[in-house]
Nanobody, 125 residues
Framework: VQLQASGGGLVQTGGSLRLSCAVS????????MGWFRRAPGKEREFVAL???????AYYTDSKGRFTVSRDNAKSTVYLQMNSLKPEDTAVYYC????????????????????WGQGTLVTVSS
């Protein structure tokens, strides 16, 4: 399984970015895909997750500003980030794993088998 994330960059406070993650190497039924991030000096934290088959989405505090979606035909998951704040500055990692490993505890980093290389998002004040 390979995950290729892109779309990071520098944006001003209040701006928007859309991250993309293309997945290859497996089928998707029964899997979930999502995003974690690591801010400077902090541990990795859960951001959002989407069930590939159903499209059900789960969020942490980012709900309302961030939206996770997927394009089945392109095998790609997206993270639309709006109203960005300086505290959103982080390396964002695309992840995927069997849904059965994380159902009910999506925030638990230990359930995620596959990680992308990360893409840096910097929000200037």
């Amino acid at each position: 399984v390979q995950l290729q994330a892109s779309g990071g960059g520098l944006v001003q406070t209040g701006g928007s970015l859309r991250l993309s993650c293309a997945v290859s190497g497996r089928t998707f039924n029964g899997y979930a895909m999502g995003w974690f991030r690591r801010a400077p000096g902090k541990e990795r934290e859960f951001v959002a997750l989407i069930e590939w088959s159903s499209g059900n989405a789960y969020y942490t505090d980012s709900k309302g500003r961030f939206t996770v979606s997927r394009d089945n035909a392109k095998s790609t998951v997206y993270l639309q980030m709006n109203s960005l704040k300086p505290e959103d500055t982080a390396v964002y990692y695309c992840v995927t794993t069997p849904l059965s490993l994380v159902a009910g505890h999506f925030w638990d980093i230990r359930g995620y088998n596959y990680w992308g290389q990360g893409t840096l998002v910097t929000v200037s004040s």
